[in-house]
């Protein structure tokens, strides 16, 4: 007799992104004929740039003659690539090898994949709020009790609020696995060097392993802020960290990203090595490697020119986030993050629960954005809105907000 994993009976409530496209699909259907702004998920909008293109044509060239055709590739990516991210890192002063770079299709899937090499007993902590997917892997890996509303029992949440600058200090009692997002999803703050040496200090002394999303890093404009986790000494020994093309260079919808797991990275009963061949064993059996197109295209990114245009689409977004929190601070109403990071974290104002304010903006404004709640309890009374989109359609929502949101 067949059994289902009964984990997956104890996740709150659906993923937040189909959530939230169903309750506008119902306000529209309630609505006929009204136009909504959606600066909900973080989706890139504008087109992938010419050099990156020419790299994808590229890959699909090289499919059609027999010399250059290529089947199966290594799970863990091609040399080329691998030895490309691994040079962007050694740019930033930080060690990086090419044979630690796994090239993957995304970096939803590995956070979501990552905690698999780990054991089911590792206490697991979460900056609150976080990026569902942390919690969700490891709720249906059966690290985590029954939902309440403070959260999932055995989870250690870390809250992020306007007090510390929505960074935590570390746990005070013994966690295994830590999940950092930095510029974080959410809230948009990036955490300083010193923040995230605490981390660093802290998974070393108790031999933890932290979990480190960079996937926003080409974001980052302060150039005193950390972009990798690998910036800071030590950071070796104690972390992995992914990253992705999504949102750097448009390819939300293409899928590439990889995850850095260092050889000296440890845990408790795994020596030098062991995590890396771990997840080298890993993505050999559940992987057959990104598609070889889609490597080409991010071999492209990785050319200076890939770089100069990728990063005038990244300074694009940026500036809509400007333009978003302006807008919103000219009503008086509290924002955070924006400047290095394409999300605005805003107050809902008069007390609203993030979700009441859900339905105030998209019934008043009709702009769709994504309630903190959705993100942990500490995300309640919060709401974010995302700066990727067309400039006309930022604009247009900024607008239709400053003009129609009664406060
Ligand atoms: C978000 O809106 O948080 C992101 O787009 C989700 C993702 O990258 O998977």
């Known amino acids: 007799m067949a059994k289902i994993n009964s984990n997956y009976d104890k996740l709150s409530a659906g993923y937040l992104f189909p959530e939230i496209a169903r309750r506008t699909k119902n ?13 909900g998920i973080g989706d890139t909008t504008e087109p992938i740039v010419p050099a990156v293109i020419e790299g994808l044509h590229r890959g699909v060239q090289n499919l059609s003659s027999a010399d250059t055709y290529s089947g199966y590739g290594a799970s863990e990516g091609i040399n080329p690539l691998r030895e490309g991210i691994a040079a962007l890192y050694r740019e930033q002063n930080a ?26 007993e590792n206490i697991v902590a979460v900056q609150d709020p976080a990026y569902p997917v942390y919690v ?3 709720v249906i890996a059966g690290r985590a009790g029954v939902a309440g509303d403070a959260g999932y029992d055995g989870l250690v949440y870390m809250p992020c609020s306007e007090e510390n600058d929505f960074f935590p200090s570390v746990p005070e009692s013994k966690v295994d696995l830590i999940y950092i997002c930095s510029p974080n999803n959410p809230t948009g703050a990036v955490a300083t060097r010193e923040q995230l040496k605490s981390f660093v200090d802290y998974a070393r002394a108790h031999k933890a392993v932290i979990l480190y999303d960079s996937a926003y890093a080409s974001f980052i404009t302060d150039p005193a802020l950390p972009r990798s986790i690998f910036e800071i000494e030590g950071a070796r020994e104690c972390s992995i960290e992914l990253n992705s093309f999504s949102k750097t260079a448009g390819f939300t919808g293409v899928r590439l990203a990889w995850t850095i797991v260092p050889k000296e990275c440890v845990a408790e009963d795994a020596a030098v090595g062991k995590i890396h061949a771990l997840w080298t064993r890993r993505q050999n059996t559940f992987f057959n490697g990104a598609s070889n197109v889609v490597q080409q295209g991010g071999l492209a990114v990785l050319s200076p020119e890939g770089r100069r245009q990728t990063g005038e689409q990244v300074a694009f977004y940026l500036e809509n986030a400007r333009i978003v929190s302006e807008g ?14 394409p999300y605005v974290w805003m107050k809902t104002p008069g007390e609203l629960t993030s979700w009441e304010f859900f339905d105030k903006i998209l019934g008043e404004c009709h702009v769709v954005g994504t309630p903190g709640s959705g993100f942990g309890p500490s995300g ?10 067309h400039r006309e359609n930022i604009e247009q929502a900024v607008d239709s907000i400053q003009q129609n949101l009664k406060l």
Do not use: C, H, W
Not at 27 to 39: D, I, K, Q, T
Not at 103 to 108: I, L, R
Not at 380 to 389: D, M
């Open 136 to 138: 969700d892997s490891n």
């Open 95 to 120: 060690e990086v090898n090419a044979d630690e770079v796994f090239v993957s299709d995304g970096a939803k899937s590995d956070s979501a994949n990552i905690q698999s090499i780990f054991s089911e």
């Open 27 to 39: 306000f529209l259907g309630a609505n006929p004929g009204v136009e909504v702004m959606r600066l």
């Open 328 to 341: 919103l601070r000219s009503l008086g109403l509290a924002t955070y993050g924006g400047g290095n990071a």
């Open 380 to 389: 309640e009374g919060f709401f974010r809105l995302s700066a990727f989109g």
